[in-house]
């Protein structure tokens, strides 16, 4: 900020509140761009703050499980497919992400491991390029969701009489403003459709309760 020093000359008062007025704006504004903790959910971890009173950035929030989201997520994630030969399951795993408009789908079929996404606009071209608008010239308007991935991993082991699949679903939500919130999918009727397709080669009716263990 530049102080006009002559025409301050003769007005020491006028000056001495202008450098205080500049003094208590570079304490506030550090503690304004800071997110109160206190604003978060128990069961959400801030990844990347971009502030709260004064926004330098956009905000990534990973939403964890509640231990019951978790016990239930644990009885639809993984079937038990026979008979099978692993490495033609993992190429069956890759052809049903496909088939759920996935892309791109990536196979490794030596560690048995499939990975995929699927992105998709929630909202019209012409509503996003609104909002966009109006973020840019009302900054304090709510945000919408504006577009989403989910991520797929799939894994699959081989037993002595068929092999155990394992499907794991994420997605994360972008707002209009860049921020973005990422979760678990909970939904039963997105893994259903997956073991569906699967079934249509294997019997994946029998399904197995995995349990994840979160380390200290």
Not at 9 to 36: F, I
Request: hydrophobic share 40%; net charge neutral; with cysteine.
């Amino acid at each position: 900020m530049l102080i006009d020093h002559g025409h301050l000359h003769g007005h020491p008062k006028r000056a001495v509140n202008l450098w205080l007025m500049l003094l208590l704006a570079m304490t506030v504004t550090p503690a304004l761009a800071q997110e109160p903790a206190s604003t978060a959910k128990s069961n959400e971890r801030t990844t990347g703050n971009g502030g709260r009173f004064i926004k330098y950035s956009s905000t990534q929030v990973a939403v964890d499980l509640t231990a019951q989201q978790q016990q239930d997520l644990e009885h639809m994630q993984s079937r038990r497919c026979v008979p099978s030969v692993a490495s033609d399951l993992v190429n069956k795993s890759g052809a049903a992400l496909k088939d759920l408009q996935f892309a791109p789908v990536t196979v490794n079929s030596e560690v048995g491991l499939i990975r995929a996404e699927h992105d998709e606009a929630l909202v019209s071209t012409g509503r996003r390029v609104l909002r966009g608008v109006l973020a840019s010239r009302l900054p304090l308007i709510p945000t919408r969701a504006d577009h989403q991935t989910t991520q797929a991993l799939v894994v699959v082991r081989p037993e002595d009489r068929g092999a155990l699949v394992h499907l794991e679903l994420t997605k994360t939500v972008w707002d209009n403003h860049g921020n973005a919130k990422t979760t678990m999918v909970t939904e039963p009727t997105n893994y259903q459709s997956f073991f569906d397709r699967l079934g249509q080669s294997y019997n994946c009716s029998l399904a197995v309760q995995t349990h994840s263990v979160t380390l200290p």
